[in-house]
């Protein structure tokens, strides 16, 4: 099975990822991505039911994570548990090359009910203290777990015989590490879910379906119920960014697609994605991609 090259990524309305990981048989997906050939230089906020685990093999990265923010650099990486908001961006202008694994838990647990289903899996993906763990160089355990997605990937990759095996088993053997370490973490009983977290999706949501119309702060706000104030703290802590700036980056992320993929005029495209001035949406549109739409699609119709 061979590692496949992750360049867009396919989200359904409410930015939850559409991808099939490998095989019933062998529930795992193994990629290459290069965050530099997204033309925004990130990987935009998504999730998904199953498990991700990243290395960073060149350049670094900011990874946001359910409201938290990280840096990783080249050796290092990051566990993403099931269901988790997520999004990754390069730092400096050297590019970012990822390799990574996204995979169902049944691929740790095996069968239902089984003990490392009880025991080992069930109690990790329970944990909502736990959405994710970056993992640093300069930690014994976690160069150890980054070692581990390598040779998984590497085993991937390469496509020997048995190397599913291998694959399993050296992400279970990650598995053992984080669930060996974190320990303490996952003992806790947090009964409390993490509402803001749910607040992000709902309004997400919203945005998602009504990016092509007029909207105002109280608008997304009233979504979820929560006043105008408490909607920009949700978005700052969760997203990093306020309800209208994601707004507008996403409608950029929209006409950038329009105008690879279509002959739709830009006049056109600027009223289907929300800008009710053409001039407006130029000057938008520039400060993210530092070229006119026009420039833009001639330049991809050039390549």
């Keep these: 099975m061979s590692v496949e090259v992750c360049k867009l990524i396919l989200c359904d309305i409410n930015q939850h990822e559409l991808k099939v990981r490998g095989t019933p048989m062998f529930p795992c997906g193994g990629y290459f991505a290069d965050i530099s050939d997204n033309v925004t230089g990130d990987i935009p906020w998504h999730w998904h039911e199953e498990i991700e685990a990243v290395v960073v093999s060149s350049g670094a990265m900011n990874m946001s994570l359910n409201g938290t923010n990280f840096t990783l650099k080249k050796g290092e990486g990051v566990f993403i548990n099931s269901n988790v908001l997520h999004s990754m961006q390069i730092v400096g202008d050297t590019g970012c090359i990822l390799n990574s694994f996204v995979f169902h ?15 080992y899996v069930r109690t990790l993906l329970g944990c909502d203290t736990l959405p994710g763990i970056p993992f640093y160089c300069g930690v014994d355990w976690h160069r150890q777990a980054v070692q581990c997605i390598q040779e998984a990937y590497e085993a991937y990759k390469e496509e020997e015989f048995g190397y599913e095996l291998i694959v399993r088993e050296k992400l279970s053997h990650m598995w053992y590490l984080i669930v060996k370490n974190m320990m303490s973490i996952l003992k806790q009983q947090n009964q409390n879910k993490n509402y803001n977290i749910v607040r992000i999706k709902n309004m997400l949501d919203f945005l998602h379906y009504h990016y092509d119309e007029p909207l105002e702060l109280h608008q997304i706000a009233a979504v979820v119920n929560i006043s105008e104030r408490e909607c920009l703290r949700c978005f700052q802590k969760s997203i990093g960014m306020t309800p209208i700036q994601y707004l ?22 600027c009223s289907r994605v929300g800008f009710d001035s053409p001039s407006y949406f130029s000057k938008i549109f520039k400060r993210f991609m530092r070229c006119t739409p026009s420039s833009y699609r001639k330049r991809q119709r050039n390549c």
């Design 105 to 119: 838990s049944n691929l740790i647990s095996g069968t239902a009910e089984s003990v490392f289903e009880q025991r």
């Design 248 to 269: 507008i980056k996403y409608r950029v992320s929209v006409a950038v697609r329009l105008l690879e993929e279509t002959n739709t005029p830009i006049t056109e495209i």
